[in-house]
């Protein structure tokens, strides 16, 4: 069974700091996506990654991947407000129909 | 373009009632999938589809039944609603092998009473 791990659940940020949230997943695949979700909304594809060593950025954000590690980043430079939301990472098991999501990292940046 | 399209948006439903979840894309999207999200759980896969008449089970199905009749729709189906039901559930699309992942629903916040 896949297992995805993501640390920290929750974060709290002041603007203007770094971080970075990590996801860690339990078999091989070279397939893994972070998403975004606002409170009470849907889910926003960020970054989809598609082998290793993959490297995606936009904006404030940079997603990789290492799928020997298999370990996924998602970091965050110099945090504005408006990133606050919950992100997930998933991996895909089966070629983009069967995601397993980890439980996601609610990130909070303050003033 | 709509994208993908779930009604309805809220629900409550007694016990032991029926119901069916809608979603429909208009990507032309080969792939299929409901999601159920519970607090502190992420994403859990309840069913998936990869084609019209095509349909499996995911992580947690039971309880829970689908079809796909068409390549346009992917309804779910609560047979007799329970209070471990109450959830938000979410519907999605993709393509094999797209570089863009999947795309998903608005979203239905369902409560069993």
């Known amino acids: 069974e896949l297992k995805v791990e993501q640390n920290p659940l929750f974060l709290s940020m002041q603007e203007g700091k770094n971080y970075t949230i990590y996801c860690n997943y339990s078999?091989?695949?070279?397939?893994l996506y972070w998403y975004r979700q606002d409170p009470g909304k849907s889910l926003e594809s960020l970054f989809v990654?598609?082998?290793?060593?993959a490297v995606k950025q936009e904006g404030r954000l940079m997603a990789s991947l290492d799928t020997k590690a298999r370990l996924s980043t998602l970091h965050i430079t110099a945090a504005v407000h408006d990133l606050s939301a919950t992100y997930f990472c998933a991996v895909d098991e089966g070629s983009n129909y069967k995601l397993t999501f980890g439980k996601g990292t609610l990130l909070t940046v303050n003033p | 373009n709509a994208g993908v399209t779930q009604t309805p948006k809220f629900q409550v439903l007694k016990t032991g009632q029926s119901m069916t979840l809608q979603c429909a894309q208009d990507?032309?999207?080969?792939?299929m999938s409901w999601y159920r999200q519970d607090p502190g759980m992420g994403l859990r896969l309840i069913h998936y589809?990869?084609?019209?008449?095509?349909?499996d089970q995911g992580e947690v199905p039971n309880g829970y039944n689908v079809s796909r009749s068409t390549t346009e729709d992917f309804p779910l189906r609560l047979l007799s609603a329970a209070p471990s039901q109450t959830s938000v559930y979410f519907c999605?699309?993709?393509?094999?092998?797209?570089?863009?992942?999947?795309?998903f629903g608005q979203g239905t916040r369902l409560t069993v009473v």
């Open positions: 078999t091989t695949s070279d397939r």
């Open positions: 589809s990869v084609g019209a008449g095509i349909t």
């Open positions: 990507m032309n999207h080969e792939y």
């Open positions: 999605a699309s993709s393509e094999p092998d797209s570089s863009e992942g999947a795309f």
């Open positions: 990654l598609l082998s290793n060593g």
